[in-house]
């Protein structure tokens, strides 16, 4: 089965191979964001207490859908989705960076990895529209 793969991507257009990659990127994204979400909220309690961490949870998720979506959209509107898309993963791996980098026991931290990772999950938001305009009429696009 897996000797078939190679014919099989020698047949597909460089559009078709963009798109792959497009979807791959997008799909790691989606499947950090569960993880994210299960363990910021217990990192942000034992820090800071469950009450801040609350606070904190809920003030980055309503400054997502009021805030980093519609700017997200407009610049999608703007420049494009595909390079919406790039920003928001981009933004996403800085956000890694600095988890990964700095201690995120200190408030500042925690606020700066916060405010990226929410701003990247809302740049993300766009893809399903840059999928929708690449995608063929046959194919479910428009």
């Not at 559009?15 to 964001?33: E, P, R, T």
């Not at 519609?70 to 981009?90: E, F, H, N, Q, W």
Request: net charge positive.
């Amino acid at each position: 089965m897996l000797y078939r793969i190679p014919k099989l991507l020698s047949r597909w257009s460089a559009h078709h191979k963009n798109y792959v990659q497009y979807i791959i990127a997008i799909g790691l994204s989606v499947f950090a964001s569960p993880i994210i979400y299960a363990i910021l909220p217990i990192i942000a309690a034992a820090a800071y207490g469950e009450w801040r961490a609350g606070i904190l949870i809920s003030g980055f998720g309503f400054a997502q859908a009021f805030l980093f979506d519609p700017i997200a959209g407009s610049l999608a509107d703007k420049i494009g989705s595909r390079r919406t898309v790039l920003i928001g993963l981009a933004l996403g791996i800085c956000a890694g960076l600095v988890w990964i980098t700095f201690s995120i026991q200190h408030l500042s931290t925690l606020l700066a990895f916060s405010f990226l990772l929410f701003l990247s999950y809302g740049f993300r938001g766009t893809a399903e529209s840059y999928v929708l305009k690449t995608s063929k009429k046959d194919e479910g696009g428009l």
